[in-house]
């Protein structure tokens, strides 16, 4: 008796999982624009012949040295640019004075 109550109540159990079934969250549409990111803008360097240069690299061009320095001397984590060794000293250079 106990074996058959206790089926009865499996099969029970199995119809009321079938008859309700799981809920759906709504559908958002399609994003009304796509966006791309340019993996090169991500990338802090300094570029010159399809080749990449970290901060610091030296690199002579038509006989003059040129270094991978910050674009901005306020910028940690800014991006980079060839600076010729005079623009990176007089970054360097504290811009306050005291008279």
Known sequence: MRMVLVALLAAL???SVQANPPTQLPQRGKPDANVWIDNTQLVRAC??????????????????????????????NGPLMWLTPEQLSARDKPKVTIN
Do not use: T
């Open 13 to 15: 159990a199995s119809l």
């Open 47 to 76: 570029w010159y012949d399809n080749k990449q240069y970290s901060e610091g690299a030296p690199l002579e061009l038509g006989g003059q040295l040129m270094i991978c320095g910050p674009k901005n001397h306020y910028e940690l």
